[in-house]
């Protein structure tokens, strides 16, 4: 049998007994449901705020809720950890909310020339932040705020966000104590640079919810949706960051998430000032990658993966998302450029001088020694080799050639990309 990866998921002790212990009381009938109106009340709980602003964000929790309870086929773990991540995403909002009204002059300023890296997972595109993130002018999202983005008034009187960073440690060690195999794919760490993506879970609008589980309902919703909604939903997001920057001027953001991929529109209408970077991959070794990814933490939630499954969902996804990236591209090309990730990978530096000509920003000595210092720290299948095979999830060659019709080999792109 091959080595991969992604075999059988991992079952902590711990975890045996909770699902044990769950299953007796999930068979009497004694496990609570999931619902929109006990969320919302245990966000109001936990952080004595009451004001979630605009009810928008309803129909997506109610779809999710649903989706959780009837679609995800969670083990009573995975529903007790799917019922949290809603309450925390909840209480976020609350708390984003409450400091808004605290502090409504941040609203006012523009976010300070966005660069943000975007293209399908497993691109490259976790390489390339983390080479932008060394230049000392720019300023990365942390995993502390883009998973707590706002402090509560107790911890603004303080100035200390200190209880936000143990959270995040918290939970950062909880995942790969959870999936000990989960570096080999994504390696977070608590005090790293991380994807926006996780700031969209606030508003309930987001493909991050789909690493936890399969809701195909909630998918339609997603790619469903108006213009008008699409942009609803990034001005929110776009609201957080500028919680987030808080008054600094002087250091650009650079940002990353795959999930903008398929929203790169409605992104760059809501974010003038942001700049793109598309990175690209061959898809026959991105899609059985990302879908060794999803199932790793799809499977800490439940006992019934489906794995052969997953190829013809992932591929379906990220082939709309490069069909919509395509359009955005006739709109707002002047502020987009496009990277191969084995160019990337050959010339990492060069690259990154490339990209900072293409936009503008300035390159310095310093950037360029971080970005050194960071390969020599960070060498490539540093945690494990990553190993899949695309018909280990259900695909075959042919079925990627078909599905990807026109995307690769990018031969005008590669002519092109910075």
Not at 299 to 317: C, M, N, T, V
Request: proline share 6%; hydrophobic share 35%.
């Amino acid at each position: 049998m091959t080595n991969y990866t992604l075999n059988q998921p991992f079952r902590p002790v711990g975890v045996k007994l909770f699902n044990g212990i769950g299953g007796v009381v999930r068979n009497l009938g004694g496990e609570r449901t999931i619902t929109v109106d006990r969320v919302l009340a245990a966000g109001r709980s936990a952080t004595g705020l009451k004001d979630y602003g605009r009810d928008d964000f309803l129909e997506p929790l109610q779809i999710l809720c649903e989706e959780f309870e009837n679609s995800a086929k969670l083990h009573p773990f995975g529903h007790y950890c799917m019922n949290r991540l809603l309450v925390q995403h909840a209480s976020n909002r609350l708390l984003v909310e409450d400091a808004w009204k605290r502090h409504p002059e941040f609203l006012t300023q523009p976010l300070n020339r966005p660069l943000y890296v975007v293209g399908m997972p497993r691109t490259g595109t976790t390489l390339l932040y983390n080479l932008l993130s060394q230049d000392p002018n720019s300023r990365p999202l942390m995993v502390w705020e883009t998973l707590y983005p706002a402090l509560s008034p107790k911890e603004e009187r303080k100035q200390n966000d200190s209880y936000r960073r143990w959270k995040a440690n918290f939970a950062v060690k909880a995942m790969n104590r959870l999936a000990p195999n989960l570096k080999q794919v994504h390696a977070i760490e608590p005090d790293s640079p991380e994807e926006c993506g996780w700031l969209m879970n606030n508003s309930f609008v987001s493909l991050m919810f789909l690493l936890d589980a399969v809701l195909p309902r909630y998918f339609d919703y997603y790619k469903n949706m108006s213009d008008e909604r699409q942009l609803e939903v990034y001005d929110y997001y776009k609201k957080q960051l500028q919680l987030l920057q808080a008054g600094e001027q002087k250091k650009h953001w650079i940002l990353k998430s795959p999930v903008h991929q398929a929203t790169l529109a409605p992104l760059m209408e809501t974010i003038p000032e942001a700049n793109i970077i598309q990175t690209h991959r061959d898809p026959k070794k991105v899609v059985p990658s990302c879908c060794s990814l999803i199932c790793m933490t799809r499977g800490i939630f439940s006992d019934h993966l489906d794995i052969q499954k997953s190829g013809p969902e992932l591929a379906e996804r990220m082939s709309i998302a490069i069909e919509n990236s395509k359009k955005a591209k006739e709109k707002f090309g002047d502020r987009m450029t496009d990277v191969v990730f084995d160019n990337l990978v050959k010339d990492p530096i060069g690259t990154v001088k490339g990209i900072y000509e293409r936009f503008g920003y300035e390159y310095s000595d310093a950037m360029e020694a971080g970005m050194k210092q960071w390969l020599a720290n960070n060498p490539q299948g540093k945690h494990g080799a990553h190993k899949y095979e695309l018909e280990q999830f259900g695909l075959s060659n042919a079925d990627i050639d078909r599905c990807f019709e026109g995307y690769w080999p990018p031969t005008e792109m590669a002519a092109t990309a910075t």
